[in-house]
């Protein structure tokens, strides 16, 4: 659920500006609308769809694979019934959200201008939580509210709860976010042989050896390493320009939301596999550089943005990175 919420003219002759003196309750495509009264001059303009996947229908569409460690390109899974049913078992749900990753929303994200309240259910299985979290964190101005115990209809899973967010989120708009305060310096992590280990806050240097299932989430760090491990990041900063390795994988599984790393190789990679979404990669010499001549790391992009000397704009889709061919 996607509202956008901007002040609108009383005598605006548009669209927005055909505003009754009250709003009145009323289903609208399935959904229970609330709008508040507002005295003139200070209407409100709530554009408001019914569920996220329609959202992405009827804008042209983008999603996150909820497969988020799909092993091969999603073009193929989706190319005919034979693939369907033999990588996705035919399932509904798989398949809308797969089919609804390969369409790139990138460019047109940062043309919203109009400040945005995301309201997500936390138990979404067609377009999972990862994809509230990149919007939230694209979008030029925008804020994500998680509801519990509510799925892709969060309106008919929990609607006390939606009503009450709903009506949060149509009386303040969202305040852009601001650049998030530096907290004191934990110097160098270390997790070796350690599951599900989790990591937050500032770090000089972060590392993970045989670490399955860690977490960094909220971290800044001056450098990731990660080595043996799957490791799960969110709403990371990682590097400097002048570094000379923001994030270095070797034999592990990176799934990456609305993170931005920076050095002179954003990513330096060897033999693993990156799924990134809503990632910016700031590099002088290479975005993502696969550092073994012969071996390769698969990359899956999703709404991501990278500037080096070889990449330059926004990138979506899956790409396989050799020492060759550096991004």
Not at 223 to 252: H, P, Y
């Amino acid at each position: 659920m996607i509202i956008f919420v901007r002040p609108v003219a009383a005598d605006d002759q548009g669209d927005e500006g055909l505003l009754p003196e009250r709003f009145e309750f009323e289903p609208v495509f399935g959904c229970q609308v609330y709008l508040r009264e507002a005295g003139r001059g200070h209407e409100q303009s709530v554009v408001l769809v019914h569920g996220v996947g329609d959202l992405i229908r009827d804008l042209a569409g983008f999603a996150i694979s909820q497969v988020q460690r799909f092993p091969v390109d999603p073009e193929i899974a989706l190319g005919s019934a034979v693939t369907r049913k033999r990588m996705l078992n035919a399932d509904p749900n798989k398949i809308a959200a797969l089919a609804l990753m390969e369409e790139d929303f990138s460019r047109l994200l940062p043309l919203v201008s109009t400040p945005t309240w995301i309201l997500w259910g936390v138990d979404d299985r067609i377009t999972p939580p990862r994809t509230g979290k990149l919007l939230a964190a694209r979008l030029p101005r925008a804020r994500l509210k998680m509801l519990a115990g509510a799925g892709h209809s969060p309106m008919l899973d929990k609607p006390d709860a939606f009503e009450k967010a709903l009506l949060h989120a149509i009386q303040n708009p969202p305040a852009p976010a601001g650049p998030r305060k530096r907290g004191p310096d934990r110097g160098v992590a270390v997790c070796r042989n350690e599951r599900d280990a989790t990591f937050s806050g500032d770090y000089e240097r972060i590392e993970l050896h045989n670490c399955p299932e860690a977490r960094l989430v909220d971290v800044r760090a001056g450098k990731v390493v990660i080595v043996a491990s799957t490791a799960l990041m969110e709403n990371c900063v990682i590097g400097d320009i002048g570094k000379n390795v923001g994030l270095s994988v070797r034999g592990s599984l990176v799934t990456a939301t609305a993170c931005t790393i920076r050095a002179d190789v954003a990513i330096a990679a060897d033999n693993s596999r990156l799924d990134l979404a809503g990632v910016e990669l700031h590099a002088t010499k290479a975005a993502v550089l696969e550092l073994v001549p012969g071996h390769q790391t698969n990359v899956l992009f999703s709404v991501c943005l990278l500037r080096s000397p070889h990449t330059f704009g926004h990138v979506h889709g899956s790409r396989v990175v050799t020492s060759a061919s550096p991004l």
